[in-house]
């Protein structure tokens, strides 16, 4: 099944060259108007918004934590296994080494 795509892309000075020759397609001064309940009728009334129902007070973002500098000698094959999954092969590492700390501490 084929999707339509809707996404169109611009560059930042296609966007501002845009925006000075008023062709922004948002009415940024109706929305400016609208009260609480109109604005939660527009969003409810979006197919898009369909099923998506988030309490945004709720919502907290977790910042990864700085990963520190290791240099660490390991097996050759080990790390060339590592490498042939491509980029991110250091994550993938970190992703290995995180779930065997997870598990011992579990235990």
Not at 39 to 64: F, K, N, Q, R, Y
Not at 67 to 91: P, W
Not at 94 to 103: E, T
Request: hydrophobic share 35%; net charge negative; charged share 30%.
């Amino acid at each position: 099944m084929t999707r339509k795509a809707r996404i169109a892309r611009y560059t930042d000075d296609q966007l501002r060259t845009m925006c000075e020759r008023g062709e922004d397609k948002s009415d940024w001064t109706q929305a400016a108007g609208m009260t609480e309940s109109e604005i939660e009728a527009a969003i409810a009334s979006d197919p898009d918004e369909a099923g998506m129902d988030v309490d945004w007070s709720t919502v907290s973002v977790d910042l990864p934590q700085p990963k520190e500098i290791l240099n660490m000698r390991i097996d050759a094959d080990v790390l060339q296994f590592f490498r042939s999954q491509g980029k991110g092969y250091q994550t993938k590492i970190n992703a290995v080494l995180r779930s065997y700390v997870d598990q011992k501490h579990s235990v």
